[in-house]
């Protein structure tokens, strides 16, 4: 492994990679710490360490942790998040334009994605406006004395400017940097939030209320959870079934094309932690609404009911997590168009009839995997949170499971990156031995 990272800085443009992955994360570290122009932080931060955490813990977290600070970057990636969801749902023949662009490869790609971005700014833009308000309404005119529409304004175009250069930063990883930039801005703030998170769990009943020794077993018991469910995500991550596939010969002109044997590689999980991002985010998004209108009998059902610690919650948890990763699944690896694409080109599964048959067995084999995935993913982001809750632990840090799925999935992915390129370059990686 030591090698491997000495292999690492030996290559100048995977060198450059990563350091300007590094230069995005010093710039949004240090964003995160600047103040919206207008707001009384320290009286926010003070409100928050009272209630906000248990209401706002996950977008805190997503946000590594901005939203406490009330900074520029309070909404962090939530807003381009959403608009994904939108717009990959809205692909599904549900509007012909967007399906039409899904089929025409990286051209129709680049549409959609240009689509997502104004989208991201108008939510942005909303939801940052609606946050000016409730927060105020919540915690009081203090936060923002004397605030009027223009001050709300104000406030909803700096948010929405930072979640624009958030995004921004993002495309600017995937272009020059190492891994998705999307997911690495996640990680990053997950990760940011760590030692807080520790500190928490280290000051709560959790911890104080028993004896040294028992404090210990305590710990220990956190952190052999935490090495299980590192050891579950890489086991499921890296396991595939590999779809043996063969290729007729074809003589075209004087030369012969074909008769290769290859395979198909289907992962358990191809969706990745995309279905429990988008989960948890539509999860919270109308608890977070609903908190700004606390007073209501409405909301405080809905506050109370849809929170990932009640039955309801996670029984909506885990079956948005089960049909996100079907969706999801199915979106990247369509068996319509691998069962047509191969017939094109002459390949065949053995034992299996080119044409609807195929795409009917890719389907089942698909599917059989995709439900074995998708449980694994709802198992692993519900077992902490139920845990936590019998064990007492703070609300702010019961969504453990899903930051180490997040954390976990997205290392996986960006080692894999560096993996192909030391290879490419004759190196050994982290994998091949």
Request: charged letters at 15%; one cysteine or more.
């Amino acid at each position: 492994m030591f090698k491997t990272v000495k292999n690492i800085w030996h290559v100048k443009e995977l060198r450059n990679r990563i350091l300007f992955t590094l230069f995005v994360f010093i710039i949004y570290r240090i964003g995160t710490f600047v103040p919206v122009p207008g707001v009384n932080k320290d009286v926010f931060e003070a409100s928050n360490n009272d209630a906000g955490n248990q209401l706002f813990g996950l977008l805190n977290t997503f946000s590594g942790g901005a939203l406490k600070q009330f900074s520029i970057f309070a909404l962090g990636i939530v807003p381009y998040i959403t608009a994904s969801i939108i717009v990959q749902l809205l692909s599904m023949d549900v509007i012909p334009k967007l399906a039409e662009w899904a089929k025409q490869g990286e051209q129709g790609k680049k549409k959609s994605a240009q689509l997502t971005r104004y989208m991201t700014i108008v939510l942005a833009l909303i939801q940052s406006f609606a946050m000016a308000v409730g927060f105020n309404r919540l915690y009081g005119t203090e936060m923002v004395p004397g605030a009027t529409f223009v001050d709300y304004l104000l406030i909803a175009i700096v948010l929405t400017a930072g979640t624009s250069f958030l995004m921004w930063l993002g495309e600017q990883i995937t272009e020059k940097g190492i891994g998705n930039g999307i997911s690495i801005i996640i990680f990053a703030s997950i990760v940011a939030a760590f030692p807080a998170h520790i500190q928490t769990i280290a000051r709560s009943d959790f911890m104080q209320d028993g004896q040294m020794f028992l404090n210990i077993i305590k710990s220990v018991i956190i952190l052999i959870i935490c090495i299980a469910i590192v050891v579950g995500v890489i086991y499921i991550q890296q396991a595939i079934r590999k779809i043996p596939v063969q290729y007729a010969k074809r003589v075209v002109g004087n030369k012969m094309y074909g008769g290769q044997n290859t395979h198909i590689p289907l992962k358990i999980n191809a969706a990745g932690v995309i279905p429990v991002i988008f989960a948890i985010s539509l999860l919270q998004f109308p608890v977070i609404i609903a908190s700004f209108w606390s007073t209501h009998a409405w909301a405080r059902w809905v506050t109370e009911h849809l929170k990932t610690t009640q039955p309801l919650g996670i029984v909506l948890y885990v079956i948005m997590i089960i049909g996100f990763t079907f969706f999801y699944t199915f979106v990247q690896m369509n068996p319509t168009q691998m069962a047509d694409q191969m017939k094109k080109n002459g390949g065949y599964i053995p034992g299996v009839r080119p044409g609807k048959t195929t795409e009917k067995y890719l389907t089942r084999v698909m599917s059989r995997l995709t439900m074995t995935g998708a449980l694994f993913l709802a198992v692993i982001s519900v077992l902490p949170v139920v845990f936590g809750a019998l064990a007492g632990l703070p609300q702010s840090v019961q969504i453990g499971g899903t930051s180490l799925l997040i954390v976990i999935g997205v290392a996986l992915d960006t080692m894999k990156q560096i993996e192909s390129q030391l290879i490419k370059r004759h190196y050994k990686g982290f994998i091949n031995k």
